[in-house]
Nanobody, 114 residues
Framework: QVRLVESGGGLVQPGGSLRLSCTHS????????MGWYRQAPGKQRELVAT?????RTTYADSVKDRFTISRAYNTVYLQMNRLKPDDTAVYYC??????????WGQGTQVTVSS
């Protein structure tokens, strides 16, 4: 069974940085895209960033120029700089496969507060 295991969340002050990691336990050969989503209390889950390989990345407007997604083999990273209180959410890793199926991680909490 494929697992996505996330790490790197925590509490950080406004303006600080965090780096999230997500490792895919199965073969990465069938992965089309990996990405990060987030869900704040009382809000819907939203896309943060995706990486489809070969430099093909997408970002939500709210995180452009502050967050950077990168991928190495079966691990995807999210470098988050200049964090704001509005970035507080549970961050979920996602993998999309050929054929349209997806996998989700268990989520990692990011809290931006002074």
């Amino acid at each position: 069974q494929v697992r996505l295991v996330e790490s790197g969340g925590g509490l950080v002050q406004p303006g600080g940085s965090l780096r999230l990691s997500c490792t895919h336990s199965g073969s990465s050969a069938s992965i089309v895209r990996m990405g990060w989503y987030r869900q704040a209390p009382g809000k819907q889950r939203e896309l943060v960033a995706t990486d489809a390989g070969r430099g093909r990345t997408t970002y939500a407007d709210s995180v452009k120029d502050r967050f950077t997604i990168s991928r190495a083999y079966n691990t995807v990273y999210l470098q988050m700089n200049r964090l704001k209180p509005d970035d507080t959410a549970v961050y979920y890793c996602n993998a999309e496969y050929w054929g349209g199926t997806t996998s989700w991680g268990q989520g990692t909490q990011v809290t931006v507060s002074s």
